[in-house]
């Protein structure tokens, strides 16, 4: 009875290790997509601290040129400077999707890492896929991050440049990955005969793994609630506030009436800035909450002591409450409440790092004291 | 699986594929359109302007006022329908871990897919109908998702080992 309990314990570690041996799909997915989110989120950091505000300063002297120009009387002058605040928006548009798109290709990698159970294919298919996914969601965020810088140089087309070809090359080669593990996953769902999935990371319960679901959840819930709020008692205004300062500008410019011209430029200033704290503070919450909840599946694979991950955990919900909070505090406060916001996604980054060098260091000792197949951990 | 974790990853799977079909409709044949659009009316105000010509300059403001609107409220459609789609497929594959019976679990399921559904829809039907049908939509379908949410946390927060 007892060897029969050994060999059972043994083909469960074996199946554990292969699971997420050194270069499985499964790590190769879990570690390259805390990767990626970690580049994001440091892309997105220095962005909003070297780019993003002296490239607001520039489309709001751009409009502010265009309306002078209106007001002189010169239709050439509004039309050039129209192109600048259209470069200038490219310049802080490419960023931004750079910025997005590497961390919503992290959060993928993480959601098919932990679907791997459920990909019917071969290890080896598996693990090249999880190459080309990572290729891929590297790929584009670089080409579009060199959109603006290389333009139409070289180019064969007349509309799109190389850096955007291979941008688009790069979301191609993440959706051939995706759906080839999809395909896998629906030859999972179609075996007459599929074992059931054992999974150690879902049938996880540690304390970690529940403060960062029910964190992330509640954090998630906040973003949607001060969403909620946004549209019901500011949406509506911004919008009508937008065009009439807009229009206020427009007519003022052809009554040649500096004075008016400028301080509708100040007010359209305001409103812009207001708009976008409150929709970054609302988008930030939500995604910091998403990624707690997937972090918490991973839980088992950091190889830290058990009070250093209840702590980086606190951390990563601490910093991921301060952010959104804080940037909705820049119009009352200012940089102070700029520079806490930039603090509270150190927190997160760094929380974020603690995580992923755990899982580098996991050997599969956690999965050592797991019971025969089919028991349950506590 | 449970009813209910396979109401979430399912219903996550399709609300995904309908906001990236959405996605690819609109970026192909709306998209670039309204982007040019905006571009184009406002250059063309303050154009006119410049020329003190006020009845192109309002015209055109006017134009601008209405791309801005479709535009802000397409984009919203697709980013919503595929964040909240994240969130269910989340939910769904830790639904396991909540400290609800599976009736409630399936109430709460239930509530959040179908307001994931409908809060973007209400949006999207703000772009063809001013009425209140479209904001009376959009304001349920939130409110059925934070409600569902807030449930959910609760469940999350409840269970133990």
Same mark, same amino acid.
């Given at each position: 009875?007892?060897?029969?309990?050994?060999?059972?314990?043994?083909?469960?570690? +074996?199946?554990?290790?292969?699971?997420?041996?050194?270069?499985?799909?499964?790590?190769?997915?879990?570690?390259?997509?805390?990767? @990626?989110?970690?580049?994001?989120? @440091?892309?997105?950091?220095?962005?909003?601290?070297?780019?993003?505000? $002296?490239?607001?300063?520039?489309?709001?002297?751009?409009?502010?040129?265009?309306?002078?120009?209106?007001?002189?009387?010169?239709? +050439?002058?509004?039309?050039?400077?129209?192109?600048?605040?259209?470069?200038?928006?490219?310049? /802080?548009?490419?960023?931004?999707?750079?910025?997005?798109?590497?961390?919503?290709?992290? &959060?993928?990698?993480? !959601?098919?890492?932990?679907?791997? #159970?459920?990909?019917?294919?071969?290890?080896?298919?598996?693990?090249?896929?999880?190459?080309?996914?990572?290729?891929?969601?590297?790929?584009?965020?670089?080409?579009?991050?060199? =959109?603006?810088?290389?333009? @139409?140089?070289?180019?064969?087309?007349?509309?799109?440049?190389?850096?955007?070809?291979?941008?688009?090359?790069?979301?191609?080669?993440?959706?051939?990955?995706?759906?080839?593990?999809?395909?896998?996953?629906? /030859?999972?769902?179609? $075996?007459?005969?599929?074992? #059931?999935?054992?999974?150690?990371?879902?049938?996880?319960?540690?304390?970690?793994?529940?403060?960062?679901?029910?964190?992330?959840?509640?954090?998630?819930?906040?973003?949607?609630?001060?969403?909620?709020?946004?549209?019901?008692?500011?949406? &509506?205004?911004?919008?009508?506030?937008?065009?009439?300062?807009?229009? %206020?500008?427009? =007519?003022?410019?052809?009554?040649?009436?500096?004075?008016?011209? +400028?301080?509708?430029?100040?007010?359209?200033?305001?409103?812009?800035? %207001?708009?976008?704290?409150?929709?970054?503070?609302?988008?930030?919450?939500?995604?910091?909450?998403?990624?707690?909840?997937?972090?918490?599946?991973? $839980?088992? &694979?950091?190889?830290?002591?058990?009070?250093?991950?209840?702590?980086?955990?606190?951390?990563?919900?601490?910093?991921?409450?301060?952010? #959104?909070?804080?940037?909705?505090?820049?119009?009352?406060?200012?940089?102070?409440?700029?520079? =806490?916001?930039?603090?509270?996604?150190?927190?997160?980054?760094?929380?974020?790092?603690?995580?992923?060098?755990?899982?580098?260091?996991?050997?599969?000792?956690?999965?050592?004291?797991?019971?025969?197949?089919?028991?349950?951990?506590? | 699986?449970?009813?209910?974790?396979?109401? @979430?990853?399912?219903?996550?799977?399709?609300?995904?594929?309908?906001?990236?079909?959405?996605?690819?409709?609109?970026?192909?044949?709306?998209?670039?359109? %309204?982007?040019?659009?905006?571009?184009?009316?406002?250059?063309?105000?303050?154009?006119?302007?410049?020329? *003190?010509?006020?009845?192109?300059?309002?015209?055109?403001?006017?134009?601008?006022?209405?791309?801005?609107?479709? &535009?802000? *409220?397409?984009?919203?459609?697709?980013?919503?329908?595929?964040?909240?789609?994240? =969130?269910?497929?989340?939910?769904?594959?830790?639904?396991?871990? !909540?400290?609800?019976? %599976? $009736?409630?679990? !399936?109430?709460?399921?239930?509530?959040?897919?179908?307001?994931?559904?409908?809060? #973007?829809?209400?949006?999207?039907?703000?772009?063809?109908?001013?009425?209140?049908?479209?904001?009376?939509?959009?304001?349920?379908?939130?409110?059925?998702?934070?409600?569902?949410?807030?449930? !959910?946390?609760?469940?999350?927060?409840?269970?133990?080992?």
């Amino acid at each position: 009875m007892a060897e029969v309990q050994s060999r059972s314990n043994e083909a469960a570690l +074996d199946v554990a290790r292969a699971a997420f041996a050194a270069m499985s799909a499964r790590r190769l997915l879990t570690l390259g997509g805390i990767g @990626l989110i970690l580049v994001g989120m @440091l892309v997105g950091d220095i962005f909003a601290v070297f780019v993003l505000h $002296q490239n607001a300063a520039k489309v709001g002297e751009g409009l502010s040129a265009t309306a002078h120009a209106a007001v002189a009387g010169d239709a +050439d002058a509004v039309a050039g400077s129209f192109q600048s605040v259209g470069s200038f928006l490219e310049n /802080r548009g490419t960023k931004v999707d750079t910025h997005v798109h590497m961390i919503a290709f992290g &959060y993928l990698a993480l !959601m098919l890492a932990i679907l791997q #159970p459920w990909v019917a294919l071969r290890g080896g298919t598996r693990k090249k896929l999880a190459w080309v996914f990572l290729v891929g969601s590297w790929l584009l965020p670089v080409g579009v991050f060199l =959109i603006h810088y290389v333009g @139409l140089a070289y180019s064969p087309l007349t509309t799109i440049g190389w850096a955007s070809i291979f941008a688009d090359l790069g979301g191609v080669v993440v959706i051939v990955a995706t759906l080839g593990y999809l395909l896998g996953i629906g /030859r999972h769902l179609r $075996q007459a005969q599929r074992a #059931p999935s054992q999974d150690g990371l879902l049938e996880d319960r540690s304390v970690t793994g529940r403060i960062l679901l029910a964190g992330g959840l509640t954090l998630v819930l906040l973003g949607f609630v001060h969403g909620g709020y946004y549209a019901a008692f500011d949406l &509506y205004r911004h919008e009508a506030l937008d065009y009439s300062l807009l229009s %206020e500008m427009s =007519i003022a410019a052809g009554a040649r009436n500096v004075a008016a011209v +400028d301080s509708a430029l100040g007010w359209y200033g305001q409103l812009v800035g %207001e708009k976008a704290v409150n929709i970054a503070a609302h988008a930030h919450a939500i995604e910091f909450g998403v990624l707690a909840m997937l972090l918490a599946f991973f $839980q088992p &694979y950091v190889s830290l002591r058990e009070t250093w991950k209840r702590a980086w955990a606190w951390v990563l919900l601490l910093g991921s409450l301060v952010l #959104p909070v804080f940037v909705l505090l820049e119009l009352r406060l200012g940089l102070v409440a700029g520079g =806490i916001a930039d603090v509270g996604g150190l927190l997160v980054i760094l929380s974020l790092l603690a995580m992923w060098i755990g899982i580098v260091r996991y050997t599969g000792e956690i999965d050592a004291m797991a019971p025969p197949a089919g028991g349950r951990r506590g | 699986m449970s009813a209910a974790r396979r109401l @979430l990853i399912v219903g996550g799977i399709a609300l995904a594929l309908l906001g990236m079909i959405y996605g690819v409709w609109y970026a192909v044949f709306a998209e670039h359109q %309204e982007l040019d659009g905006i571009s184009k009316s406002l250059a063309t105000s303050f154009s006119a302007a410049a020329k *003190r010509d006020s009845a192109t300059s309002g015209a055109a403001m006017g134009e601008y006022r209405e791309l801005k609107y479709a &535009y802000d *409220r397409h984009v919203d459609v697709h980013g919503h329908w595929i964040g909240l789609a994240m =969130i269910l497929l989340v939910l769904g594959i830790g639904f396991n871990r !909540m400290g609800f019976s %599976e $009736q409630n679990k !399936m109430f709460l399921a239930t509530a959040l897919v179908l307001g994931s559904f409908l809060f #973007p829809l209400g949006v999207l039907l703000q772009t063809l109908s001013r009425g209140p049908v479209p904001q009376v939509l959009a304001v349920a379908g939130s409110a059925l998702v934070i409600a569902s949410l807030a449930g !959910m946390a609760v469940g999350f927060a409840r269970q133990r080992g």
